[in-house]
């Protein structure tokens, strides 16, 4: 079954049990997958609503640039 797996795809919150579970899944790629990629969603830090559609591109670099660097950790 493990000569089935390609690739992994690991979601992250970046707690410490989503931590554990790349470190799992890092362990699990290694002679077993060709590659593994994180996952995460990013929730914007202010309430979205119908009338407030353009978030401004600031926001957006900012909160990649945060977790680029967490995902960087990791």
Avoid: C, K
Wanted: net charge negative.
């Amino acid at each position: 079954m493990l000569e089935s797996i390609r690739n992994i795809i690991v979601p992250t919150d970046f707690s410490e049990l989503s931590e554990a579970a790349v470190r799992s899944a890092a362990r699990l790629a290694r002679g077993h997958a060709e590659s593994m990629d994180l996952l995460h969603v990013v929730r914007l830090p202010f309430v979205h609503t119908s009338y407030d559609l353009n978030v401004p591109q600031a926001v957006w670099d900012g909160l990649r640039d945060e977790v680029r660097v967490q995902m960087d950790g990791l």
